[in-house]
């Protein structure tokens, strides 16, 4: 339970499509943690009862339109504006993915970080995998959301931010389908706020992927992200994501193009490459068993890392694609 304060000043913006359980699991934690702290569920055009869930609990359902193309930042957006609309004295708003299920503490934790800070225009908390052991996946996925504590660039979506502040970059861009809290943690920044990732856990998410084809997918919705973030920002101080292009370039573009050509015109230089690649592997590998990793997940780690670097290559190209042909960006789903 938190206290009387926190419930009166915070509101919640959860946001879900097909989330099943996993949905249902977060909105009674939820409800319990906070009882009187408003809370509003924007749905994606979900299939199974996510909806009528949320309506047995009595909470406002704001059900996306099915003829304009889904975006987290247009569904946060919604509900942002749905939850102020009823609640106009609110000052922060919390917004949770539908897989995601609050801590106990994070509430209190996060307003009173806001309130001691003026200058904070968004605070994050640990975010940790609810099953991290159930696949080498989802160890993969509590390792990325293990992020330094302190003034960050950017944090996730599963935010708390001022309203005044939200307001004021006026919310997320919604026509971003990835990487949109790197995009609006940006914005505030530049605004003169800061971003913060506080020492408390903040959720327990579900990510629940077994096979690696959701892996890869889920790292090619990254790079079609990177893609997007930087046609916006790349050019700034920031620099926004123009490393991370430029690795998936060189290591999931570049490298195995000149590995398939010389395999056919000279194969003697399609094994050095190859070796190379190994020995950037291995080299990665050591890195991650001397920070802690067992043998096998630093193998694990670091063959992912240099293979995904392929989709995240393929991501790219394909944001790139659209853009070139006029295509609409629709949303990458990968479970």
């Known amino acids: 339970m938190i206290s009387t304060g926190t419930e009166r000043s915070l509101g919640f913006v959860i946001i879900g499509r097909n989330e099943g359980e996993r949905l249902k699991a977060g909105l009674r934690a939820l409800k319990k943690t906070c009882p009187e702290s408003p809370i509003v569920y924007v749905d994606s055009g979900s299939e199974d009862n996510s909806v009528e869930f949320a309506t047995s609990l009595s909470l406002p359902v704001v059900e996306l339109d099915l003829t304009v193309p889904f975006t987290a930042a247009r569904a946060r957006n919604a509900g942002f504006e749905r939850l102020i609309a009823a609640n106009p004295s609110l000052q922060f708003v ?51 959301w293990n992020t330094p504590v302190g003034e960050a660039q950017a944090v996730l979506g599963d935010m708390c931010v001022r309203t005044d502040v939200f307001r004021e970059v006026n919310g997320f861009q919604e026509n971003i389908i990835s990487s949109e809290d790197f995009d609006i943690c940006l914005r505030i920044r530049r605004a003169g706020y800061s971003v913060q990732r506080i020492g408390y856990r903040m959720s327990g998410h579900d990510a629940n992927l077994t096979r690696i084809s959701q892996w890869y997918k889920r790292v090619m919705r990254a790079g079609y992200g990177y893609a997007n973030i930087y046609e916006i920002h790349g050019n700034g101080p920031d620099r926004f994501f123009r490393r991370e292009l430029a690795r998936a370039l060189v290591w999931g573009g570049l490298t195995p193009l000149a590995f398939l050509v010389s ?72 479970k």
């Open 94 to 144: 919390q917004f949770l993915d539908g897989d995601c299920t609050v801590d106990p503490n994070w509430p209190d934790a996060a307003v009173n970080a806001l309130r001691s800070d003026p200058g904070a225009g968004v605070v994050s908390g640990r975010r940790t995998e609810q099953q991290p052991e159930a696949s080498i996946f989802n160890t993969l996925i509590d390792i990325e």
């Open 263 to 334: 395999l056919f015109i000279y194969p003697p230089l399609a094994i050095l490459i190859l070796i190379g690649y190994l020995l950037l592997i291995a080299r990665l590998t050591l890195q991650r068993y001397i920070k802690g990793d067992s043998p096998g997940l630093a193998l694990a780690y670091s063959v992912l890392a240099y293979t995904g670097k392929t989709a995240e290559f393929i991501g790219a190209m394909k944001y790139w694609k659209n853009c070139l042909l006029s295509r609409e960006h629709t949303l990458i789903e990968y």
